[in-house]
């Protein structure tokens, strides 16, 4: 078989149709060529019988826009418009979706799911097929074919905003099963519908398709080619504020915030995908706690979207403030947006000075004379809006001024830079505030030194006096343990156990017992719905972990779970009787008697 096949040369029906995925349409080329294996196909498109066939970010796509002689686009193209990389490369930065592509480009993507953080984020990792019945029905009397549609396949998408119908969610390709399959929407590979009183169901249905209208929109934005993570979290404090009427330097009612978030996400926990969204008000806080200041980590944005879709509410009062906080984004000691949030007067002041500049064509001292500002802060305006400002240095010499930018940049002290220089902090506040995005890049560097700082000098005190408790050892460092409650306070509540606590069995505490009683108790629904699905054919493991996504995760730890061995053991028929026993020997080492009878009968 040749490098280069023509597959599509000559192949007009096999072109893009509508929003179609590279899975989508690898399919219908594995249909319409009549192949009978799946190896077959991948080798074809692919250049190999085990790359290509991932459904939301495949592999190997540089060959297969080589084997299709580029007819359907490069292959940075397919990878950011026809993969599940397009909704994930607005959340990411420009260094990680390079990162991307080039191993979607290449011949492996093990570990990018790790690296995009969808692994770590509580949230599904395996992406299930959906469609809408109705989609496919029109696909199919249009062009002959049903077909996955991108903007359905996207995480937390569950309605259909054309249709307002709901997603249905497919059982191949799920959890691993069949998932060297080529397959397109089928019927009879669906899952049934959640089956919840009308009420309910109509509730669930409203916030999914606001959520997903809000998804949709934000992900084909023009406006925002990508979202930049790291002003999010102060958009939220001042939308927060603007709802309580706070002033800048007053604290947020996080309890009370807490509260109102969890009953926002109340309805959307009815679908097993939102299950990491906080159920109870304590949850809440805590995660808001880490999503209301400066990110350590990259966050799945599915819980972006449903912070935004709950302060916002949609996608264009979104867009207003997003685009608002990004103009005013280098404030110096207050929170960046509140004075276009809160304050007309100056936001038509900046608008009427944007104006000059842009549409009267006048200079930036023109233009301040003309709004009544001072040169001063008309030249910071203008660099928040990407104008470059001429200067007339007095003791700034432009190869000083470089020097200074270029310190800035690595994060000196204002009055470090001013000594150094001998000039004003005035002077070294101008320049930050008057250079094209020196001020954010500044300010990041800062806060991850103090955060360093900070983190290195609480867990010295907490290693050094591993024997004492928090409270005292506070008391040692107070200004180091109040900067980290106020700006790290998930990460010095994970590290403030300065004492080991094992239990009585010597094992550390953790809610295995909970977990063990939940999934056990889930097994068991599971096999009454299962019963009646499969009738006579036997009940398999991978039946039950498509039916329970996070039981496949556990099943590597089923010591720790013996109650859920057991229930495993009993749904297949006694065929995990090896497992069992271990269970039941876990148990008794826990103090935990997994089932009364069957130990009575096992004695």
């Given amino acids: 078989m040749g490098s ?148 359905h396949q996207f995480p937390g998408v569950w309605v259909c905003v054309k249709h307002d119908h709901f997603l249905f969610e497919s059982t191949v390709k799920s959890n691993g099963v069949e998932r060297f399959l080529w397959h397109l929407p089928d019927a009879d590979n669906f899952l049934p519908a959640p089956q919840l009183p009308p009420e309910t169901k109509s509730d669930l249905m409203k916030n999914l398709t ?41 604290r947020l009612p996080l309890l009370k915030i807490a509260a109102e978030f969890e009953a926002h996400v109340r309805p959307f926990r009815y679908m097993p995908e939102f299950a990491a969204l906080p159920a109870n008000p304590d949850q809440a806080y805590s995660q808001l706690s880490r999503y209301l200041r400066y990110p350590r980590t990259g966050t799945h944005p599915l819980r972006h979207l449903i912070i935004i879709d709950w302060l916002f509410g949609d996608y264009e009062k979104f867009l207003k403030a997003y685009s608002a906080g990004m103009l005013s984004s280098i404030s110096d000691t207050t929170l960046p947006y509140m004075a276009l949030v809160s304050e007309e007067k100056e936001d038509s002041r900046r608008a009427e000075f944007f104006a000059a500049i842009q549409q009267d064509q006048l200079s930036l001292s023109g233009a301040a004379k003309k709004v009544g500002i001072e040169v001063a802060t008309g030249m910071a305006w203008a660099t928040q809006l990407g104008i470059a400002c001429n200067r007339r240095p007095k003791k700034l010499v432009p190869a000083r001024r470089a020097s200074l930018i270029e310190e800035l940049r690595l994060g000196i002290d204002k009055a470090e830079a001013a000594v150094r220089y001998q000039i004003s902090v005035g002077t070294v506040t101008h320049v930050l505030r008057t250079e094209i995005g020196l001020h954010t890049v500044w300010k990041k560097i800062r806060l991850e030194s103090a955060l360093s700082s900070a983190r290195r000098r609480w867990a010295h005190l907490i290693s050094e006096n591993s024997g004492l408790g928090v409270k005292f050892i506070r008391k040692l460092e ?104 271990q269970a039941f020997d876990q148990a008794k080492l826990l103090g935990i008697d997994p089932d009364p009878t069957q130990s009575k009968e096992r004695n």
């Avoid at 209208?213 to 002003?231: H, M, R």
């Avoid at 109040?482 to 790290?488: K, M, P, S």
């Avoid at 299962?530 to 996504?549: A, F, M, V």
């Avoid at 039981?551 to 006694?574: E, F, N, Q, Y």
């Fill in 4 to 151: 280069t096949l023509h597959l599509f040369s000559e192949s007009p029906l096999l072109t893009w149709i509508g929003s179609e995925t590279l899975f989508s349409l690898s399919s219908r080329y594995h249909y319409f060529s009549g192949s009978r294996s799946n190896d077959a196909t991948c080798v074809a498109l692919f250049g190999h019988s085990r790359r290509g066939y991932q459904h939301d970010l495949p592999a190997g796509i540089e060959e297969f826009c080589h084997r299709t002689e580029g007819l359907l686009g490069t292959a940075s193209e397919i990878c950011t418009q026809r993969t599940l990389l397009c909704y994930y490369s607005k959340f990411i930065s420009e260094g990680d979706m390079l990162a991307a592509v080039s191993a979607m480009r290449g011949t492996t993507v093990m570990g990018l799911k790790y690296r995009l953080g969808i692994l770590t984020s509580r949230f599904r990792a395996h992406h299930p097929l959906k469609a809408c019945r109705r989609c496919m029905a029109e696909d199919l009397a249009a062009t002959g074919w049903s077909y996955w549609h991108i903007e």
């Fill in 210 to 250: 606001r959520l997903a209208l809000l998804t949709k929109y934000l992900i084909e934005s023009k406006e925002i080619v990508q979202v930049d993570l790291s002003c999010l979290h102060i958009l939220y404090q001042a939308e927060l504020r603007r709802r309580d009427s706070l002033r800048s330097n007053e």
């Fill in 478 to 581: 107070p200004a180091v343990y109040a900067w980290l409650y106020r700006n790290d306070r998930h990460w010095l509540s994970e590290n403030s156990n300065p004492r080991s606590n094992p239990d009585s069995s010597g094992i550390l505490r953790a809610p295995w017992h909970e977990r063990d009683a939940t999934l056990s108790s889930a097994i068991a629904s599971a096999v009454l719905k299962l019963t009646t699905r499969l009738g006579n054919r036997s009940l398999k493991l991978w039946h039950l972990y498509q039916e329970i996504p996070e039981l496949r995760a556990k099943l590597s730890a089923l010591h720790r779970l013996p109650r859920t061995a057991v229930a495993i053991d009993r749904a297949l028929g006694g065929k995990a009787r090896r497992s069992n026993v």
